[in-house]
């Protein structure tokens, strides 16, 4: 959680990329992220938007339900 609240507030709405196990960087938009990882041309990669999680509710079955964050 606090590595979660440390990036939300210092790069939200940026991008960052991890590929062959290293974090290559954070990049301003998805496409800068996508030219980083592929320069290494790994089998494969993570690009994702730095963002608050949005909570989602999940049916466990026999009508119970969890609110997952």
């Known amino acids: ?3 979660e609240d ?5 790069y ?12 290559l960087g954070v990049f301003e ?3 800068e992220a996508l ?6 041309k790994p089998r494969h ?3 994702t938007k730095v963002e608050p999680k949005k909570p ?3 049916e466990l ?3 119970l339900f969890e609110v997952v964050r």
């Open 1 to 3: 959680r606090e590595l």
């Open 61 to 63: 079955g026999m009508s």
């Open 29 to 31: 938009s998805r496409d």
């Open 6 to 10: 440390s990036l939300l507030k210092n």
């Open 12 to 23: 939200k709405d940026k991008y960052i990329a991890i590929a062959k196990g290293k974090f």
């Open 35 to 40: 030219d980083a990882v592929k320069r290494l």
């Open 56 to 58: 989602r509710v999940i």
């Open 45 to 47: 990669a993570i690009i």
